[in-house]
């Protein structure tokens, strides 16, 4: 991690799991993630999704603007679960766990290895923790879609109970209709109809059974 830690305030490149690049100026690590700054935006990235680090160039980084950093700006003590309980207190986010796409929402709940997340557009969404590419935290004041009291729309979805882990909460879920894997060219809508050891069985609208892998289960989404 000493490496690392030279990296702190100066402008790198990030290359990430599935053909992703990013760049920012790093401020802060932790044991497992990291934070870039970005455009404003601070992006809270899963060590596990990072393939390779490196220092931009001096024109490659004369685009970026450089953070006000306060003190010392790296401490090992932060995680991503600590992360993702913070952000779960009411704070409107964009959480990205795929290359292509991000949801825009709200951590409601975090559980032992995913987290429940509510999006105006798909509802309610499980996201195990290590299909979680980034994180974006929205200001206090950001209000989604213009409403005036988002937790109004939040307040099902916290009062919910979940299982603590993502596999016994797929199985809470027999007989619901949900959507796997939403927004990738792998996204399959279907009934579940139960999961058995490392996969889960749906029933599509033709009535056809098929059998998903759940490890390869980035997102579950349903109402």
Known sequence: MKKIKGYAG????????????????????????LVLYKQDDYLYIPLFHIREVRLLTKEEASQFSQPEMENEPISEKLSLPDILRA?????????????????????????DNYIVFFSPVYQTILVPFQHIKWLIPYPDSARPYGFKNPMN?????????????FENQIENLNDTFITCNIG????????????????????????????????????VAYT
């Not at 690049?21 to 790093?26: A, H, I, P, S």
């Not at 729309?153 to 882990?165: E, H, M, P, V």
């Not at 059998?211 to 997102?219: C, D």
């Open 184 to 219: 990738e060219k792998e996204s399959i809508s279907g009934k579940l109809l139960h999961k058995e050891s490392h996969f889960i069985n749906l029933l599509t609208e033709k009535e056809q059974q098929i059998h998903v892998n759940i490890h390869h289960v980035k997102t």
């Open 87 to 111: 952000a779960a207190k009411g704070s409107f986010v964009e959480l990205n766990v795929t290359a292509l796409q991000s949801v825009p929402g709200y951590i409601t709940q975090v559980k």
């Open 10 to 33: 100066k402008p790198i490149h990030l290359d990430l799991i599935g053909k992703k690049e990013l760049e920012g100026v790093l401020i802060d690590y932790g044991s497992d993630v």
């Open 153 to 165: 729309s939040l307040s099902s979805s916290t009062a919910k109970t979940f299982a603590q882990t």
